[in-house]
């Protein structure tokens, strides 16, 4: 889907609006000159101007007034400040709010946003580089093709999935932080390797190697992990040690402990 002719606007232009911006115009689904960027951080303005030639500006408020579509990229805790200061002109139609917020609901963004449409979504980091998955949930003033738009968005970065809201918290837990917990294992993983022997370099150049591959065979593969997990233990071998370790260690109660943590913690976010 190309929208060259709408405005698209981005309050907030730190790691994950950049994300967004960058692979939006890569693939032509936005031209440069109808993209707006807000930051207060000139650093901000002038890498996001200069590399991809969009309009920047310190105020939010123009970034309210010119775009049809606006993807906010705020820190949640930052939410407060920025819509008190914001006013919003009536609008023949309703104008779509995508926010990517960890924790803040639907209702509260409509509260803040009067009279917008608002979608909440939750992406990760590998959207940086196209490999990213982002869940979605959209409100009840969200037109068929405003939730198109919004997927068409978000399919930019990488696969979408629609949830219902209920579930947004959740999926911030597992798929949101989750890129946080795989980069903890593989610098683990290396430091395993560097414990044997290897030198760091190539140790770490494994631990990525298998981590990237084992997904790719996963999902390419359709195969279920244990299955997996199965494929590559041979009897009295090596890999049955090292899990029998891991086992010891607790690391599947340590993972479902972390999304559950991060689960309470998204919450948290959303009554602040
Ligand atoms: N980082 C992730 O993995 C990830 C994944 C999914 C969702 N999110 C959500 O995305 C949002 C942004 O996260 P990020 O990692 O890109 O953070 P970030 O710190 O890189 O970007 C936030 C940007 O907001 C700007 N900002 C601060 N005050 C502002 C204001 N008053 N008006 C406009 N802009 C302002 C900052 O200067 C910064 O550039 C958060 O709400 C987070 O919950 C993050």
């Given at each position: 889907m190309v929208m060259p002719e709408a405005t698209f606007g981005v309050i907030g232009g730190g790691m994950m609006g950049e994300a967004l911006i960058t692979r939006l115009l890569d693939q032509g689904v936005f031209v440069p000159e109808a993209v707006i960027v807000s930051d207060p951080q000139a650093a901000r303005r002038e890498i996001l101007h200069h590399t991809y030639g969009v309009q920047t500006t310190a105020e939010n408020q123009a970034v309210i007034d010119a775009a049809e579509t606006v993807l906010?990229?705020?820190?949640?805790?930052m939410l407060e400040a920025v819509a008190e200061n914001l006013r919003f002109p009536e609008r023949e139609k309703p104008p779509l709010l995508l926010s990517i917020l960890a924790g803040v609901t639907l209702a509260r963004l409509e509260q803040e946003f009067l009279g917008w449409a608002v979608v909440r979504a939750m992406p990760n980091t590998p959207a940086t580089v196209g490999a990213g998955v982002t869940a979605l949930a959209a409100g009840e003033a969200v037109s068929t093709a405003q939730r198109e738009q919004a997927c068409a968005i978000f399919a930019s970065v990488g696969t979408v999935v629609e949830v219902p809201e209920s579930q947004m918290d959740a999926v911030t837990a597992l798929s949101g932080s989750g890129p946080g917990y795989i980069a903890l294992v593989v610098e683990a993983l290396a430091d395993g390797g560097v414990a044997v022997g290897l030198p760091r370099a190539i140790a770490l150049e494994l631990a990525i190697a298998t981590v990237r591959g084992t997904g790719e065979l996963l999902h390419q593969g359709d195969l279920h992990p244990a299955v997996l997990k199965d494929r590559v233990t041979s009897p009295g071998g090596t890999t049955i040690a090292g899990i029998a370790a891991l086992e010891a260690g607790g690391l599947r109660s340590a993972l479902i402990e972390a999304v559950r943590s991060a689960y309470l913690r998204s919450k948290e976010l959303g009554q602040s």
């Open positions: 906010l990229a705020i820190k949640p805790q």
